[in-house]
């Protein structure tokens, strides 16, 4: 039966399963370390979503370094995973190591800043345009409290997300629209509230959706990715953040840019490369070159309404903050990554080689004319199993092709390269070559050849 993907099922599984041998077989002494389960995981594994790749077993690591990964056994692997985006600058970024080593002996939290703080709410505005900011650890904390931000100036309680976004694990933004209707996200575990009461969904580049659904001026904020990049990818269409920033001034509300993964963009992220002009900006995972850190930054605007709201509220917990947000290990390594890694430099090397992916992958496409397409935000690409581009959540949502993608990433482990589980996604790093990508180019044509037959 051909899939919407092109590709015959029954060939599929048949590839699935010669590359799972083929997976095992490189990896003795893992599948022995690692038994039926890490003991003492409920699971077997330390975080659920490690059981989730497609690998027979997880990949049990060695080391990393640059954007190389080795396994126990010795198998080393061109990443283009990167800890999906948290590294990626390269494992161990040389400046970042040294950041740690530094402050390694200084003491690693102490609720206090250091000096490496003094300059950084600068540097932050330098890269990302906004003039005050809040550490936080997580990219999923810094959400949660830019959100409680937005609500706590605009006295509204309800907030807008477009359909397929994901902005960590943050319960208001976790609605999806089925058939035209809100639900809660399928899947979710223990959730007791009908989020879709307080958070309204429209589909990425539905404008007139947008616009009906910010009329009734109760939203305080639309919280959105520049470009969905949590299912497949889907862009802009022309002129959408435009009318986007048009419309939310119009209805008084917020608008918060999540930019976790589009960071891939340049040193300012999207919003600097295309001047979007958020009244909110969050950033968490590579911030910090891979030690857990984020950020979320607030206008001028924004930061007086702010401070005249805790001027009229009463004394006690905001709701916001970790007692490990702010640590001088946060400190030095973020200034380390901003001042060092995050260079216009290290981008220019990293859009360049992503160009060559993407070329190198769309011309494999079309040799075997598969109905498939490549999507790119600077150094983050992507190929998606089904035609393009996609226009929003719902065609992401159907572009997904799991058994299919489970196959390839298998087979392109057995030939040298790591991308990201559960989609299509790759990552070239400051430390990428060229000649890792032409490997993973040429990966990708002997599958794309093995499936094509
Ligand atoms: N925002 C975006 C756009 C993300 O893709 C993610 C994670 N994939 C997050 C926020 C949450 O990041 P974290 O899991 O590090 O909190």
């Known amino acids: 039966i051909a899939t919407r993907s092109g590709v015959d099922a029954a060939r599929i599984a048949e590839l699935r399963e010669a590359e799972a041998a083929v997976f095992r077989k490189a990896r003795p002494k893992s ?20 059981n989730d790749w497609p690998t027979p077993f997880p990949i049990l690591v060695e080391s990393a370094k640059g954007a190389r990964i080795t396994d126990i056994d010795g198998n080393a692997l061109d990443d283009f995973c990167l800890g999906d985006t948290g590294s990626m600058f390269g494992h161990s970024p040389p400046p970042v190591a040294r950041a740690i080593r530094r402050q390694s002996s200084r003491g690693l939290t102490y609720m206090l800043p250091s000096e490496d703080a003094l300059g950084l709410g600068r540097l932050l505005e330098a890269h990302f345009g906004l003039p005050f900011w809040q550490i936080a650890t997580t990219a999923t904390d810094a959400n949660r409290f830019a959100l409680r931000v937005t609500r706590a100036v605009t ?22 629209m089925k058939d035209g209707k809100p639900i809660n996200r399928p899947g979710l575990a223990g959730e007791f509230r009908d989020l879709t009461a307080r958070t309204k969904i429209v589909e990425f580049n539905d404008i007139a959706a947008l616009e009906q659904a910010l009329a009734d001026k109760s939203v305080a904020c639309v919280i959105t990715e520049p470009v969905l990049t949590n299912s497949c990818m889907v862009l802009p269409e022309q002129g959408f953040h435009a009318t986007l920033r048009d419309l939310t001034r119009k209805a008084g509300t917020l608008l918060l840019i999540d930019e976790t993964h589009t960071i891939s963009s340049g040193p300012g992220g999207y919003t600097k490369a295309f001047g979007l002009e958020p009244d909110l900006f969050v950033l968490g995972k590579p911030v910090a070159g891979g030690v857990p850190a984020s950020v979320w930054g ?50 220019a090397h990293m859009a360049r080689l992503a160009m060559r992916l993407d070329a190198g992958l769309t011309a494999v496409i079309d040799r075997f004319g598969l109905p498939w397409h490549v999507a790119r935000v600077g150094a983050r690409v992507e190929f998606i199993c089904a035609p393009g581009p996609l226009k929003n959540g719902d065609e992401a949502e159907s572009a997904h092709a799991p058994e299919l993608e489970a196959a390839i990433h298998v087979a392109l482990v057995n030939r040298g390269a790591l991308i990201a589980p559960f989609h299509n996604m790759m990552l070239v790093s400051p430390a990428t070559k060229a000649r890792q990508v032409d490997r993973l180019i040429s990966a990708f044509a002997d599958v794309a050849a093995k499936i094509s037959v």
Not at 31 to 50: A, D, K, L, S, T
Not at 313 to 336: D, H, I, R
Request: proline share 3%; charged share 20%; glycine share 14%.
């Open 31 to 50: 599948e022995v370390r690692i038994g039926n389960g890490i003991e003492g995981f409920f699971g077997g594994v330390p975080m659920h979503w490690m």
């Open 155 to 176: 006295g509204r309680d309800t907030i807008l997300v477009f359909n397929g976004c994901y902005h960590g694990a943050v319960d208001e933004t976790m609605v999806r």
């Open 298 to 347: 607030m206008s001028g605007a924004v930061a007086d309404r702010y401070a005249a709201y805790n001027r009229t509220k009463e004394p006690g917990y905001s709701g916001m903050g970790t007692t490990l947000s702010a640590n001088p290990l946060q400190f030095a390594t973020m200034k380390a990554t901003l001042e060092e890694v995050m260079t216009e430099e290290n981008y």
